[in-house]
């Protein structure tokens, strides 16, 4: 998985023939650490291989849903704009002095 662009975020090339678009930009305002939630997604569920052993950890493997990585990611822009949504409306914290 990547992004169509580094300018562009709201499209990521799942494979090939896959291409979710239509991510809204704030859907990354939603961070988990330094990064948001989308681009951690993107990070954890690539196929890799281990340089020393061979080994090949392919997330695809992890579920018998072909459809697994891709409803995931649907699921976290929905949480992401969600949650960005909550925390716009709550209202300003007050702090009180004595």
């Known amino acids: 998985m990547k992004f169509q662009s580094k300018e562009d975020r709201s499209a990521i090339i799942y494979n090939s023939r896959v291409t979710i678009s239509g991510i809204p930009e704030r859907a990354y305002r939603y961070q988990l650490g330094a990064r948001s939630a989308i681009e951690w997604i993107i990070d954890r569920y690539q196929v890799k291989t281990n340089k020393d052993s061979g080994i090949v950890n392919d997330p ?39």
Do not use: A, C, Q
């Open 60 to 98: 695809n493997d992890w579920s018998d849903d072909p459809r697994y990585i891709i409803d995931l990611l649907g699921r976290i822009v929905t949480v992401s704009l969600e949650t960005v949504d909550i925390v716009e409306g709550l209202p300003e914290l007050e702090i009180l002095k004595n």
